[in-house]
Nanobody, 119 residues
Framework: QVQLVESGGGLVQAGGSLRLSCAASGSIVGINVMGWYRQAPGNQRELVAAITRGGSTNYGDSVKGRFTISRDNAKNTVYLQMNSLKPEDTAVYYC?????????????WGQGTQVTVSS
């Protein structure tokens, strides 16, 4: 099992910045992609950003140029730097990890952290 613990959410004014962190623990061998998803009330969960163990990144269209994902493999931690925040970025942000061991894929989710952007 993999445990993902998020931190760094909170309330910020539009135009401000927040940094989210997600630390993985447990059976971390085999984790490749880690990322962030978000879900606002009434909306489906959507990809915010993802990063492979080798550093390749992928971003949702709505956050490109404003958010930056990074990863410290030694600390098994992924970060999401969020700049120029907008009210529409308000959501619960979930950390996600994909693990592959012996050809068996497993997906893990954190408990979520609330990000609220006031106008």
């Amino acid at each position: 099992q993999v445990q993902l613990v998020e931190s760094g959410g909170g309330l910020v004014q539009a135009g401000g910045s927040l940094r989210l962190s997600c630390a993985a623990s447990g059976s971390i061998v085999g984790i490749n992609v880690m990322g962030w998803y978000r879900q606002a009330p009434g909306n489906q969960r959507e990809l915010v950003a993802a990063i492979t163990r080798g550093g390749s990144t992928n971003y949702g269209d709505s956050v490109k140029g404003r958010f930056t994902i990074s990863r410290d493999n030694a600390k098994n931690t992924v970060y999401l730097q969020m700049n120029s925040l907008k009210p529409e970025d308000t959501a619960v942000y979930y950390c996600n990890a994909d693990r592959m061991v012996w050809g068996i894929p497993t997906n893990y989710w954190g408990q979520g952290t609330q990000v609220t952007v006031s106008s």
